[in-house]
């Protein structure tokens, strides 16, 4: 509990103290370090793990990115042979797992840890800590899923069954490398960062608003952030049986998937689904939030039928858990739930619709300003239309059964994942990047960007549309000439270049706007003249977020302390934004102490994947990481008393699991307090 | 500044008027729900699968279990005790509670690796058929989720004896109550669903 | 120049490994056995051998210490170091259990090696978790000149470790023993011990709830002495091994309702003893 | 046996929502669920015919709530607690027994 430090403050107080104390073991100490490499490890601050997930997200996108390209490599042209078909497997595996697992969803999981306190007006999330552990274990998560490609043989031993890993496929029998032991744990082990963090926010959000805050008075992106999150609790339960029988048939030779044995295979195909569906709205609700924000800041009009978006939002969060079976058409369900499933998806169109007709209708009459984020979210309206409507075409069950397994279906979830869901991204890092960095990112350059990325998908995923309906399956490693799936599949695998180049143009313009933003004057807090709290504190936001809470009188807060109407009803302004904003200078907020604990018990978890793995003793050290970990932290208290000299938090130590260590995290609840 | 400081400490309350620890156990239950859910209807799809091994009827020992599913019950009245002794001030009987609690769930998880290891005997091992891989991760994974509990209670007692646990962190102990409880109404339906309809 | 501490644990030393020797060659060792540890040739009564020569060494070990520290005299320490005053000592941290239980790990391990390889672990696990406790509180009595800052820096540090491995250990013996009990009974056996010993648990708590003035010793020594019931009575129905088992279907055990279940109803009422007698007699039934 | 649930019931109830109930209220509710728990396991010894399977889940949703409101003090407790935890059986309910009905019965019937 760090007394020491306590101590030598009272030594240089002049106190008559007994004992003369001097620095112990540093690393035994509470660590204090706010700057410096070493104080990212151990931040429990919102907005830092919101950059930690973005920048481990971002890692992984080219990660994945460039298993994509290598993928387009080989199919370029027949009879390629760029990989092998095992290697291919593998491929397209991780692809897949990578750009679901390991960006879609930290990057959401990104901007909501940045922005779900700043929207609602809060010093913090409910539990900081816990918050920290969970990007240490997605981290761990995804490392380890990723290590498959290099441990026992350069891409010998990765997951090699697809992302959904259909049983018995992924069975040893048919997938006996150890590829996916890796994917059945690593998969685990994010779920359970995914699970914390979802407790997490949704706590957030349901008790840490500040005054006036009311539900409906939450920014729309708050409110898909919170419905995301609902789904993660929900959903992430169910993978999680689906992958513990998954390993446990594997590692254990449990008898869930042997059909010899009289197991059903198609129990994997359930769970992975009942899981799946809800995972699509847990990737493009988000993505929804983000433009949600953009469109009514650069139409400069409110969010047309805001209860209308919450609602459909609500709504899709619902229809999502009875649809699953869908993806099961071509598995022989029976003609019944064949019916009711092909209906419920059906269903499910509508609310996606109000969706997007209401952004239409925020538009509608708007003063527009088509800058980058605004691009990019118009092309999140677009794009993720045609891949709705490619969606219902396969709602249809008789289609679909045509469509199975072709590369129709990779063109429908593409123009949803990419046109949607890293569309939608991308407005939200050009639309936020000067507010967690103070600085905007190049106009020219995000315009090149926008513009590569949108052609290039369409050139991608738009020919797959034919491909697949000529009759291309997907997951096939080569393909003869003379079908005439050749002229296509260069054009797709030129598109995909494309999009790589897109990409590479962003991460040129971070650094290269970076360099630039020393010559130009600061952003202030308020760039685009937009809507919602966040902006009404400095950019980059001080630690403490606000200087003082914020009273919510209604929706949009922010801009109606800067707008309001004449007599006839007309927009007048009445302030600027660096009138009405905090200044962000106090310096004796009282906040979350930094903490060891979590990546110490981050840490155990893949230790105990790879004993596993390969040798159960390292299980036992993982354990031991794990354990002690949790107990160390039930210990500590959440904020140091030690580091503010108003000690008001009684010392806890308890021992207990993580319930008892979020006990302790409830004196954090009171981080607002303020040493007067 | 005072008044603002004044202010923070006048609203510690959160919008929900619960703290946040109980209301992050709440909704972790909720998720808790899927996950059993999951494991039971695995079990039930796979109940009468058993590729020729034994059948549940041939192995199941009702009276024993029914005396265990009576022990775990016993265990979440004597949770509430400690409980409701901690919220009176009375860290003796909580304590006295809590140690109770604990052992019966250590005779609980006792008879749960006799029962396993009867099964065994009897010939129902763990890769016998899909029924015994469902039956043992389902009954196995409660009773890992009930000796995490008694860890927790077993801590939570040696934190009292160092005079760390006093009234005002009787939240601290409600929290693993809650838990102790879920874990309880877990067995319920396990012993209904799983024993009793066989 | 030989100090007291010195003379008294020399002469035990050489006692007792003369005894030891004597041991080995009365008890049916050959001739050079005993004064090799049985490396040339056999010692008799291997166990008893073991436990002088250790005895023996442990003391030859303890003189030699207390003849270099010149019993832990002041000023010869001070004259050793070379200064005009021994160091101020710093207070430890409290009573120390761990000499104690090193020296009860040091026991066990040799007497694993003779008797079986899963003793000899317990005792080096015990000796190991002693070493580890040991420096870690000796390094906190260190850490800096305030013994208050120093116990609640080992507790920080150690805590984490020791109370899951504390709350673990407890439940996995208990555990371990109800099992081996209950495996040990007939299956009608099984019920009834389970229940009497759940009732006997709730019969104590109830009775200490009751009577909350009861005094901490009685109240440490009942729970101590269940505790000890419990581990010596899962102990013997390991030993006396599981009951047999049908292999598959078929249940026809129902017959093997012995008399014990009846003698270990009567015997309710006061305390875990007799439940273990009971289950005891369960287990030496079979 | 609904004697002692009745008084249970006004005993609680009597108690404002800041009151806790007593130790003598919860060993009467523990002695409820004890005697459902013995009516559940009298079932295993006697035949009750086709009413052993509905008459086993009333009574195992009867304890499940008795717990859950007594024990877990969601009868105190905001609302939201107990949406949370209906919430999550429910949705584990439908969506499972959903599933479990497409391995047994959707396939048998014919258009």
């Not at chain 1, 210990?635 to 503010?644: G, L, M, R, S």
Request: glycine share 10%; aromatic share 12%; with cysteine.
């Amino acid at each position: 509990m760090a007394i020491t430090e306590e101590a030598t403050k009272e030594l240089t107080k002049g106190d008559a103290v007994a004992a003369t104390v001097e620095q112990p073991l540093g690393i035994l100490t509470r660590p204090t370090s706010t700057k410096g490499w070493k104080s990212w490890l151990t931040t429990v601050d919102h907005k830092r793990i919101g950059i930690l997930y973005g920048g481990a997200a971002l890692l992984f996108f080219v990660l994945g990115g460039l298993e994509a390209l290598a993928m387009r490599i080989q199919l370029a042209t027949p009879n390629g042979t760029f990989l092998s078909a095992e290697t291919y497997n593998q491929v397209f595996t991780m692809h897949g797992v990578t750009m679901i697992f390991l960006v879609a969803m930290p990057m959401a999981a990104a901007f909501a840890n940045y922005l779900i306190p700043l929207q609602i007006g809060a010093r913090d999330v409910a539990f900081p800590r816990l918050n920290a552990l969970s990007f240490w274990i997605f981290l761990g998560g995804g490392l380890f899923l990723v290590s498959s490609q290099f441990i026992g043989g350069w891409w010998s031993n990765a997951p090699d069954c697809g992302w959904f890993c259909y049983q018995p496929n992924g069975g040893v029998i048919f997938s006996p490398s150890r590829g996916v032991d890796y994917y059945a744990i690593g998969l685990q082990i994010t779920g359970i960062a995914s699970l914390i963090s979802a407790v997490n926010l949704i706590v957030t959000c349901l008790n840490m608003r500040t005054r006036g805050m009311s539900m409906f008075r939450m920014p729309v992106l708050t409110w898909m952030l919170l419905v995301t999150q609902f789904l993660l609790l929900f959903a992430i339960p169910v993978i999680t049986v689906g992958l513990f029988l998954l390993m446990f048939a594997r590692l254990f030779d449990a008898q869930f998937f042997n059909v010899a044995a009289g197991a059903e295979p198609l129990l994997w195909q359930h769970l992975f689904w009942i899981f799946g569906h809800p995972e699509v709205y847990i990737l493009v609700l988000p993505a929804f939030g983000i433009v949600s924000e953009v469109i009514p800041t650069f139409s400069r009009k409110p969010i047309f039928g805001y209860s209308f978006m919450v609602f459909s939002g609500i709504a899709i969060g619902f229809m999502g858990w009875g649809v699953w079976a869908h993806h099961m058409f071509a598995s022989g369900l029976g003609p019944i739930s064949v019916a009711a499933f092909s209906l419920s998806t059906m269903f499910i169109a509508v609310p996606t619709g109000v969706k997007i007709l209401n952004w239409l209708a925020t538009m509608w009459g708007g003063k527009l300003t088509f800058n980058t984020p605004m691009l990019f979210a118009v092309a999140v309206v677009s794009m993720f239309t045609i891949g709705g409507l490619s969606g219902v075409t396969h709602a249809m069950a008789a289609v679909d059964t045509q469509q199975t397994d072709t590369y129709y279906i990779v063109a429908h979830f593409h123009y949803v994942v990419f046109g949607g869901i890293i569309n939608g991204l991308f407005a939200g890092f050009y639309f936020w990047w000067p507010k967690v960095f103070g600085y905007k990112l190049n106009e020219k350059l995000g315009k090149t960007n926008f513009w590569l990325m949108i052609i290039g998908m369409n050139l991608t995923f738009g020919p797959m549309h034919i491909l697949g309906l000529q009759g291309m399956s997907r997951r096939y490693y080569t393909y003869s000439g003379g079908y005439g799936f050749e002229l296509w599949n260069m054009v797709v695998s030129i598109g995909a270049f494309t999009i790589a180049l897109g990409v590479l143009t962003f991460i040129i313009n971070i650094f290269y706007s970076k360099r630039k933003a020393a010559e130009l004057p600061p952003v202030g807090p308020d760039p685009w003249d937009s809507r919602s709290l966040e902006w009404m504190i400095s950019s980059p936001p001080p630690d403490h977020n606000f200087d003082e809470p914020i009273d919510v009188h209604g929706l949009d807060e922010f801009w109606h302390r800067k707008y309001g109407y004449d007599d006839d009803g007309k927009v007048i302004a009445f302030a600027t934004a660096a009138e009405v904003a905090q200044t962000g200078d106090r310096t004796d907020v009282h906040l979350p102490s930094p903490s060891y604990w979590p990546i110490v018990v981050a840490t155990g978890l893949p230790i105990i994947g790879y004993g596993l793995i390969y040798s159960l003793w390292l299980c036992v050290v993982g354990g031991l990481f794990v354990v002690t970990g949790l107990f160390g932290w039930a210990q500590e208290p959440a904020d140091d008393p030690n580091a503010v000299h108003d000690d008001h938090d009684e010392p806890g130590d308890d021992g207990d699991d993580a319930q008892g260590a979020s006990a302790l995290e409830q004196s954090s609840t009171e981080e607002m307090s303020v040493d007067g | 500044m005072a008044e603002a400081a004044l202010d923070a400490h006048e609203h510690p309350e959160t919008n929900t008027g619960m703290s946040n620890s109980k209301l992050a156990l709440w909704v972790f239950l909720g998720s808790e729900c899927l996950l059993f859910g999951g494991l039971i209807s695995t079990y039930l799809l796979y109940r009468n699968e058993t590729n020729g091994g034994p059948t549940a009827s041939d192995v199941f020992e009702i009276p024993f279990t029914s005396v265990s599913s009576f022990v775990l019950l016993l265990s979440s009245l004597t949770m509430v005790l400690a409980l409701s002794a901690l919220r009176r001030g009375d860290e003796t009987r909580n304590r006295i509670w809590l140690l109770t609690t604990a052992m019966l769930g250590a005779v609980f998880v006792g008879g749960q690796v006799y029962e396993f290891t009867a099964f065994l005997r009897e010939g129902l091992g763990f890769t016998t058929s899909p029924f015994s891989s469902a039956f043992y991760t389902l009954t196995g994974f409660h009773g890992v989720h009930v000796s995490v509990g008694i860890v927790m209670l077993m801590s939570l007692v040696v934190v009292s004896l160092k005079g760390d646990l006093s009234k005002e962190r009787a939240e601290t102990v409600e929290l693993i109550g809650l838990y102790w409880h879920f874990v309880d109404v877990v067995w319920i339906f396990i012993f209904t669903v799983v024993y009793l309809t066989v | 120049m030989l100090t007291t501490g010195f003379k008294l644990f020399f002469g035990l030393f050489v006692a007792a490994t003369f005894g030891a020797v004597v041991l080995g060659y009365t008890s049916g060792g050959n001739h050079l056995g005993p004064v090799t540890f049985g490396y040339k040739g056999s010692v008799g009564f291997v166990f008893g051998y073991t436990v002088l020569m250790v005895a023996g060494f442990a003391s030859g070990a303890v003189g030699l210490l207390l003849q270099a520290f010149r019993d832990g005299d002041a000023e010869a320490a001070a004259q050793l170091l070379g200064t005009d005053t021994a160091p101020v000592g710093q207070t430890p941290l409290g009573d120390s259990m761990w000499p104690l239980i090193g020296a009860v790990a040091a026991g066990t391990t040799v007497v694993g090696l003779v008797v079986h390889p899963a003793v000899m672990g317990v005792g080096l696990i015990l000796g190991i978790l002693t070493m580890f406790e040991w420096t870690m509180s000796a390094w906190a009595d260190r850490a800096t000149g305030d013994p208050q800052a120093n116990r609640e820096l080992r507790d920080s540090v150690m805590r984490p470790i020791e109370l899951p491995a504390l709350a673990l250990g407890a439940v996995a013996l208990m555990v371990a023993s109800v099992s081996r009990v209950f495996l040990a009974s007939s299956a009608n056996g099984a019920v009834l011990a389970a229940t009497i010993l759940a009732l006997v648990i709730i019969g104590i708590a109830v009775l200490f709830a009751t009577k909350p003035k009861v005094s901490k010793n009685v109240a440490t020594a009942v729970v101590l002495i269940v505790a000890f019931g419990v581990l010596v009575t899962g102990t013997i129905a390991a030993v006396v091994g599981e009951r047999d088992f049908e292999h598959s279907s078929d249940e026809s055990r129902e017959s093997e309702e012995g008399t014990s279940d009846g003698s270990s109803t009567d015997s309710e009422g006061d305390g875990s003893h007799k439940t273990d007698a009971g289950a005891e007699g369960e287990a030496s039934d079979e | 046996m609904t004697e002692t649930a009745t008084t249970v019931e006004a005993e609680v109830e009597r108690h404002d929502e800041h009151d806790h109930p007593s130790d003598r209220s919860y060993v009467g509710v523990a002695a409820v669920l004890g005697l459902i728990t013995a009516a559940e396991v009298l079932t295993y010894f006697f035949d009750v015919g086709p009413f052993l399977i509905p008459a086993l889940m009333v009574m195992m949703t009867a304890k499940f709530f008795i717990v859950a409101a007594y024990f877990m003090h969601l009868k105190q407790d905001i609302p939201l607690f107990s949406g949370f935890f209906v919430g999550g059986i429910a949705l584990a309910s439908i969506v499972y027994i959903t599933m479990l009905t497409t391995f047994e019965f959707w396939d048998s019937f014919d258009f």
